[in-house]
């Protein structure tokens, strides 16, 4: 007959008559849940579910109030004692119940021992020494890690710099934390003009801005390398823009400088036309209107011939057939200066465009925010 049976038998039907047979009785009741606790947490839980599951299972089997070995033994053992047994079964009892808080939930999801996560697994070679012995099965296939992607905006950049790489300019940055002086004075950006307005500008203090172009990297490369100069300059921005489909407070440019003898605004039509054809194909044609910057003299922007509908009108360049690309314009001589040229005897093109911008033409992705989001499920996507 096991302990099992035995809980289901009152004392005077199992012949108990004695303080001896009752704590004999009590002593084979508490070696069996100590056998049941100790087997479960040798045997551990592959997960947290199995491991809630097998501690809730022997819990409810010795605890639970209805049909719990304890319910059964108070049902069956202790109140139908008689008087001369009653205080040894109540005593017994009662030792039984203390120890058999070991058997709560808790206690024992505390005490079993997890066989790690895969996750964790990898790390098992550092913690074997410290940690506690869980049987491992080694002919498990191996994790697997998904490697990330290149950001959208990232390819796009790469892309520009390769195009301008070949054409042998080199690639040059500069700090995004910068002074009045680069960001607005040496670029021939009057006290007046609205983009130095705190509206539109982050300000650091009085003196110091989020660059709000990558523009200032031209004034230092100027003073760093001095003429001839060929250079690109991707980075980092920031206006103060409230975020949505088209505008973001951070985003990205691509600066390009090119200062040499003779320098004219039809080397800047050249490159950008070759610049244009490379990114989107033989067929593009480009197209410059004036336009005003305080640092180019004269100014324009430049459009593409839509590279999907070939200029016939399509979702991509709204209906009008042209995709604007960047501003540009012939380096003006004051900015020459600021740099340390001599703008009597070099000239140069310069043109800033927004890579972002690029990467939502190029991909039709219809708003800005999603690049920054870092929602996997659209990123995933390239
Ligand atoms: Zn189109």
């Known amino acids: 007959m096991t302990i099992y049976d035995k809980i289901e038998r009152t004392l005077q039907q199992l012949g108990v008559s ?11 009741l508490q070696k069996t849940a100590e056998q049941e606790r ?6 551990g ?39 001369e047994l009653k205080p ?25 021992p997890l066989q790690e996560a895969p996750v964790k697994q990898v790390e098992l070679p550092l913690t074997t020494g410290a940690g506690r012995a869980v049987p491992r099965d080694l002919t498990l296939p191996g994790l697997r890690r998904p490697l990330g992607s290149v950001h959208p905006v990232t ?10 790489l070949r054409l042998g300019f080199w690639i040059e940055s500069g700090p995004e934390i910068e002074s009045t002086y680069y960001n607005f004075d040496a670029l021939n950006i009057p006290e007046s ?13 009085a003196k110091t801005v989020l660059r709000t172009h990558t523009s200032p990297v031209q004034i230092r490369a100027m003073e760093k390398y001095g003429a001839p100069l060929y250079i690109i300059i991707p980075g980092k921005c920031y206006r103060h823009d409230n975020p949505d489909a088209t505008h973001y407070p951070m985003f990205h440019q691509i600066e390009g ?46 459009a593409v011939s839509c590279f999907v509908c070939d200029g016939q009108g399509c979702r991509v360049c709204k209906e009008s057939g042209w995709i604007e690309l960047m501003g540009c314009g012939m380096v003006h001589p004051q900015v020459l200066r600021y740099g340390g040229i001599d703008p ?37 996507q390239f």
């Open 257 to 302: 400088l090119a200062i040499d003898k003779d320098i004219t605004f039809a080397d800047l039509k050249g490159t950008l036309d070759f610049f244009a054809k490379m990114l989107f194909g033989e067929k593009v044609r480009t197209r410059f209107q004036p336009s005003f910057f305080p640092f180019t003299e004269p100014s324009g922007e430049v």
């Open 88 to 112: 040894v079964v109540g005593r017994q009892f009662n030792d039984l119940r203390r120890w058999t808080a070991s058997l709560e939930f808790e206690k024992l999801a505390e005490a079993l």
């Open 38 to 43: 100790a087997e479960l947490v040798s045997r």
């Open 193 to 205: 003009h609205p983009s130095r307005d705190d509206w539109d500008t982050f300000y650091i203090d």
């Open 155 to 164: 390819r796009m950049q790469r892309e520009i710099e390769d195009i301008f």
């Open 45 to 83: 839980a592959p997960d947290q579910p199995q491991r809630d599951r097998l501690c809730k299972a022997l819990r409810d089997r010795w605890l639970a109030r209805k049909g719990g070995v304890l319910s059964r033994v108070d049902e069956n053992w202790l109140k139908p004692a008689g008087k």
């Open 344 to 380: 009597d005897k070099y000239s140069g093109w310069a043109f800033g465009l927004g890579v972002d911008r690029f990467a939502m033409v190029k991909h039709d992705i219809n708003d800005i925010q999603l690049f920054f989001q870092g929602d996997v499920r659209f990123l995933e």
């Open 18 to 28: 004695d303080a001896r047979g009752v704590e004999s009785l009590f002593a084979e």
